[in-house]
């Protein structure tokens, strides 16, 4: 499969599509496309404010499903608050590893 023409914006509109698919509706989330080091994307939350910053890496050098990465991107916006709550009395590492397990565990529920 080629890469879109356009990465970012391919990314945003699937980022879009899956925040309305998950209900986040109501979190303010802006896409960044900025270069990241050691990343292809990130997702950084304020759960308070329920505002998020999904940034796309400009210096992608070769073929990523960016349609699943925009998914685990926002599924990190889905987990934020009991990522955060789990962090208090867990370690972040052991957290992160369930949170992924979690999010390939939606991401092959949805496309099976």
């Known amino acids: 499969m080629p890469k879109p023409k356009n990465n970012f914006e391919f990314f945003r509109e699937k980022c879009e599509y899956w925040r309305k698919k998950l209900n986040l509706t109501d979190w303010h989330i802006s896409y960044i496309n ?25 210096e992608i050098k070769e073929y990523h499903d960016l349609d699943k990465i925009a998914f685990e991107e926002v ?17 972040a590492d052991i957290i992160h590893e369930y949170e992924h397990t979690i999010i390939n565990q939606f991401w092959n529920a949805f496309n099976s």
Not at 39 to 55: D, G, L, P
Request: aromatic fraction near 10%; charged fraction near 20%; include cysteine.
């Open 34 to 58: 900025e270069k990241l080091e050691d990343s292809v994307a990130t997702a950084e939350t304020n759960i308070v404010a329920k505002t998020a910053w999904i940034s796309l890496n400009t």
């Open 75 to 91: 599924c990190h916006v889905l987990l934020a608050r009991i990522i955060y709550c789990g962090e208090q009395y867990y370690s």
